[in-house]
């Protein structure tokens, strides 16, 4: 072999090295799809990082996160989680209702996915069973739909001379038949009248509280869906301004000053979606990995906003209060 040649050849071999050397230490990606608007999701998305970091990977260092929000839109979710697939991430996880883990099952059959849902993952079809989820995803269940009714007789005991309460549903979310009907069920178990706001955009927000006087209504609450999380602030505002009771079904809602929220810990729940996560990184199977349900649940009062609508909240509601903001 000539010198020349002979010289060529290493350079060609050291740069092929270096190449595969690249490769097989690239640093993993974990894909994070979500239905909302990241300015909802700050203080969830930080236990997200913690609880990977739990389990030995730190955003930056030895893992990639790649964000895809759809601000509320579920038609864009389709795309986004073929970007993700696309950007050959090692995992999935997905958040803000079942939508986003339909649309990653979708993009992807071998793809492992962590999904955060509100109601039971087996009946939605993502898993055969909670113990052995089988084929590429698990997660957790934040059995928000099972609140729905318990949402409605706490809102009854902070406005008890009411004559009717809204109920708040998003029309777009693919569960909103589910969650009406939980719902209506809990109004005739309590002998509760209700009214039925189809809401899906600001135009719509606020003309259902422009109509609340109109319509008697007495107090509300809200189906769980990622446009009320999106539109916390105004939807919070409106309640102060028209001095309208709602329970919440997030604690952020009443520590931004919404009067109480009952609900699922949201932070806990993105941490165990960190640990799964980073479990998944590091080898484990989603089908070894059982899917989590919550055992605790958070009531929020906050009694400034109490006082400012002028509602003596009970004494046994402040009871059993997680927390209470004074």
Do not use: C
Not at 66 to 77: I, Q, T, V
């Amino acid at each position: 072999m000539r010198r020349r040649d002979f010289l060529t050849f290493l350079a060609g071999l050291g740069t092929w090295s270096f190449g595969t050397h690249a490769e097989q230490s690239a640093i993993p990606r974990v894909g994070f799809l979500s239905s909302l608007s990241a300015p909802a999701l700050t203080g969830p998305v930080a236990a997200f990082r913690g609880g990977l970091q739990s389990v030995g990977y730190t955003e930056g260092k030895n893992v990639e996160i790649e964000f895809r929000w759809a601000d509320g839109h579920y038609d864009r979710l389709p795309a986004l989680a073929a970007e993700l697939v696309a950007r050959q991430v090692k995992v999935i996880v997905t958040v803000g209702g079942d939508p986003p883990a339909f649309a990653a099952k979708a993009a992807s059959t071998t793809i492992p996915i962590v999904f955060l849902v509100g109601r039971d993952p087996v009946e939605l079809g993502l898993v055969r069973s909670l113990s052995r989820p089988s084929g590429n995803a698990t997660g957790i269940n934040l059995l928000i739909t099972e609140m729905e009714s318990k949402r409605i007789e706490l809102i009854e005991q902070l406005a008890p001379t009411s004559k009717v309460l809204a109920v708040f549903v998003n029309p777009k979310n693919a569960d909103a038949d589910v969650q009406l009907k939980a719902v209506q069920s809990a109004a005739r178990t309590l002998n509760e009248r209700i009214k039925i706001f189809n809401v899906s955009n600001e135009v719509e927000l606020e003309n259902a509280f422009a109509d609340f006087k109109k319509d008697d209504i007495g107090g509300f609450t809200l189906v769980a869906d990622p446009f009320f999380v999106n539109r916390r602030d105004q939807i919070i505002s409106s309640a102060a301004e028209g001095r309208f009771p709602g329970i919440y079904f997030l604690r952020e809602f009443a520590e931004s000053g919404g009067l109480v929220s009952y609900g699922s810990d949201l932070a806990e729940a993105y941490r165990q979606a960190g640990v799964y996560a980073g479990k998944i990184l590091s080898g484990a199977k989603p089908n070894d990995l059982p899917v989590v349900q919550p055992t605790k649940f958070d009531l929020v009062i906050n009694l400034k906003t109490a006082k400012a609508l002028g509602i003596n909240v009970p004494a046994s509601l402040l009871a059993i209060a997680s927390r209470v903001i004074e």
